[in-house]
T-cell receptor, first 116, second 113 residues
Framework: GAVVSQHPSRVICKSGTSVKIECRSL??????MFWYRQFPKQSLMLMAT?????????EQGVEKDKFLINHASLTLSTLTVTSAHPEDSSFYIC????????????FGQGTRLTVV | GENVEQHPSTLSVQEGDSAVIKCTYS??????FPWYKQELGKRPQLIID?????GEKKDQRIAVTLNKTAKHFSLHITETQPEDSAVYFC????????????FGKGTSLLVTP
């Protein structure tokens, strides 16, 4: 299968600071990537769709000014959690479809964010 | 957004028994239905998927059935093993245009020896 790499895997930050999470497709090009958030013992919730070369599309209830998404190349999307608060602590995970490899969406390893 | 309902939330079976997890979806345009297995703190792993033009798909001990009319799909695991213990998520595509997925809430499966 295709490889999606996400960094960092874990990050602890202070309230009020910003954290950037990277999602890279290593062996394929991804014009679209998806960002999900997963709270403990809960499901994955789609936050936004990242589109290469254009603005991201955010799901209802997700603040675009708080969760900044940049998809500047065909292999990299970044999610920046701005002015982080403890309630932003969660597992953030990206996925990318490899269109030339069928219908599967490949997930990154996920990032465990803890805001203290 | 569109909903995906998943049941049961927890399931305990004895090794060798079968496990069935059921999901329903509301978006009639959904045409792709993957199932993921997730171990604690790790990324979801695709275990099987089905598209709307197929009613059933099987891969060794795992099978998925889809009733598009009723908007139901189910995961069947036969001859369960302790290593099958994990959280399983069903998902349905958001419409038919891409790979954004709506996930069910998950089923925590425990297979006891």
């Amino acid at each position: 299968g295709a490889v999606v790499s996400q960094h960092p895997s874990r990050v602890i930050c202070k309230s009020g600071t910003s954290v950037k999470i990277e999602c890279r497709s290593l062996d394929f090009q991804a014009t679209t990537m998806f960002w999900y958030r997963q709270f403990p013992k809960q499901s994955l919730m789609l936050m936004a769709t990242s589109n290469e070369g254009s603005k991201a599309t955010y799901e209802q209830g997700v603040e675009k000014d708080k969760f900044l998404i940049n998809h500047a190349s065909l292999t990299l999307s970044t999610l920046t959690v701005t002015s982080a608060h403890p309630e932003d602590s969660s597992f953030y995970i990206c996925s990318a479809p490899a269109a030339d490899r069928g219908t599967e969406a490949f997930f990154g390893q996920g990032t465990r964010l803890t805001v203290v | 957004g569109e909903n995906v309902e998943q049941h049961p939330s927890t399931l305990s079976v004895q090794e060798g028994d079968s496990a069935v997890i059921k999901c329903t979806y509301s978006d009639s345009a959904s045409n792709y239905f993957p199932w993921y297995k997730q171990e604690l703190g790790k990324r979801p792993q695709l275990i099987i998927d089905i598209r709307s033009n197929v009613g059933e798909k099987k891969d060794q001990r795992i099978a998925v059935t889809l009733n598009k009319t009723a908007k139901h799909f189910s995961l069947h695991i036969t001859e369960t093993q302790p290593e099958d213990s994990a959280v399983y998520f069903c998902a349905a595509s958001q419409g038919s245009s891409g790979y954004a997925l709506n996930f069910g809430k998950g089923t925590s499966l425990l297979v006891t020896p």
